[in-house]
């Protein structure tokens, strides 16, 4: 029988936020939680091409850090939060989380911040699974976590990423054909790191800047005019895996994001010095999917355009994961839509987007029951918190979207990922060509 000192070690002692910066110089929240056994903490990322529906970060609006200091959600976090979890157990995650949701009172959490509900949601989970000595990816999943994810490798960027001349957002690699996960990422690095020798052989060394997430930025002022056309990129890719013997293990992913360059007035989108209505881009990535190996298109269509969505699934969706970020958020009522539409199959997660850990583990509860493939993934202001390399082993996604091997916040969430494969021993298993569905 449990005794009171039993549970005292799982009770809350104190909460405690600050403001640090993320991987763009920009400020961010930290939380840290103690228990009577346990510390937990968590930094909150934060995104650049955001869909206009996610829960609100909040950002102090005044002149330090040109207006995006963290002052005010630190502060609701220290004078707000606290005081409401204070004594509680460590290990109700779903109470936690309800009750700062139901304080903020707000649909988009505007009231305390996403970012701040978000801190100690996270801080919460690893501090529970430090108290009972459990990883952090078995307390998320339980007996089931045994599957590492396929990294979706971004090797080259354009878009709000960067600041080229290519409207597209992410040209990524997956390494289907490896065997484990540290094949994987051996065979990703290798290939990044003989890219940068193709491209500035090209485009000039100029061309190997990188951008937000680590991919390779070609611009002007190479050899070479800078990219624009989606196909440059790809036949970058295609020269770097051959040349490497990789071409029957790597694969290509595309995040285009295309509500950056949608014109919600006349319809349109506007990439590569052209005009497209929704049924002339679909048929660009039907072409460009029929020559390169492409298994995943990320965002192909602006949030609002639920019906080019639809008709991109109808028309790609056999063969190709059509990976929905912006018009979802993470959000399961958003979701639940668009499973009833047919739009996409296949959810990009992103924690920030939704403000709570419970909640973002229902909306992939939601995709896994609907036949939706699940992406875990960063954001483009990152921290060195590795939280998503467990949530992706947690929820078992198959999938992990964290960018380039050449910024160490991006190799953090590698590293640990090597480390839980070395953990777990021979009862591992690669996700590989199952990366939709890995289990």
Same mark, same amino acid.
Request: aromatic residues 6%; hydrophobic residues 35%; negative net charge.
């Given at each position: ?28 929240? !930290? ?5 009577? !056994? ?12 955001? #869909? ?42 779903? !109470? ?5 949701? !139901?304080?903020?009172?707000? =649909? ?29 990816? &078995? ?5 089931? +976590? ?13 878009? =709000? ?8 957002? =992410?040209?990524? %690699? ?48 190479? *050899? ?69 190996? %492409?298994?995943? %298109? ?24 059509? $990976?929905?970020?912006?018009?979802? $958020? ?6 639940? +839509?668009?499973?009833?539409? #047919? ?24 995709? *896994?029951?609907?036949? *939706? ?8 202001? =990152? ?15 198959? &999938? ?22 070395? *953990? ?16």
């Amino acid at each position: 029988m449990l005794s009171a000192k039993d549970y005292e070690m799982f009770e809350i002692i104190d909460i405690k936020a600050r403001e640090v910066l993320d991987s763009r110089g920009n400020p961010t929240i !930290e939380t840290e939680i103690i228990t009577g !056994e346990g510390y937990g903490s968590a930094i909150v990322p934060s995104g650049a091409s955001t #869909g206009k529906n996610e829960a609100l970060e909040l950002r102090d609006k005044n002149q330090r850090y040109g207006g995006k200091g963290v002052l005010n959600a630190v502060r609701n976090v220290n004078e707000t939060i606290t005081p409401l979890l204070i004594g509680m157990d460590i290990r109700k995650q779903r !109470e936690i989380d309800r009750i700062m949701i !139901e304080e903020d009172g707000t =649909e988009n959490k505007s009231n305390l911040g996403a970012n701040s509900i978000l801190s100690v949601s996270l801080a919460a989970a690893r501090c529970a699974a430090d108290t009972l000595n459990l990883p952090l990816y &078995q307390y998320i999943g339980g007996l089931n +976590t045994y599957v590492l994810p396929v990294p979706m490798m971004n090797v080259i960027n354009g878009g =709000e990423h960067a600041g080229n001349e290519l409207d597209f957002q =992410e040209f990524m %690699i997956m390494p289907v054909g490896a065997k484990s996960f540290s094949e994987a990422l051996r065979i990703c690095a290798e290939i990044y790191h003989h890219m940068k020798k193709i491209i500035a052989k090209k485009y000039g060394k100029s061309s190997t800047n990188v951008g937000d997430e680590g991919g390779y930025a070609p611009d002007e002022g190479g *050899y070479a005019p800078p990219m624009k056309e989606i196909s440059e990129p790809l036949e970058v890719i295609m020269s770097t895996i051959e040349e490497l013997s990789y071409k029957d293990s790597v694969k290509i992913a595309l995040d285009t994001a295309s509500s950056t360059f949608y014109d919600e007035k006349s319809k349109m989108y506007n990439a590569m010095g052209k005009k497209m209505d929704s049924g002339e881009l679909i048929d660009l990535f039907a072409d460009v999917s029929s020559k390169y190996p %492409i298994v995943s %298109i990320e965002d192909p269509m602006a949030e609002d355009d639920f019906d080019g969505f639809v008709e991109i699934t109808r028309k790609l969706g056999k063969k190709i994961q059509i $990976v929905g970020d912006d018009i979802f $958020v993470t959000n399961k009522n958003i979701l639940s +839509t668009g499973i009833k539409k #047919g739009a996409c199959n296949s959810l990009l997660l992103k924690v920030n987007q939704i403000g709570s850990l419970t909640e973002a583990i229902d909306t992939a509860s939601m995709a *896994y029951r609907n036949g *939706y493939s699940v992406v875990v993934s960063h954001r483009s202001g =990152e921290t060195e918190d590795t939280m998503i390399a467990d949530l992706a082993v947690g929820i078992s996604s198959g &999938q992990i979207k964290t960018g380039a091997p050449s910024r160490s916040e991006r190799c953090a969430k590698y590293n640990r990922l090597l480390r839980i494969e070395e *953990y777990m021993g021979q009862s591992a298993v690669y996700a590989g060509k199952n990366f939709r569905i890995p289990f």
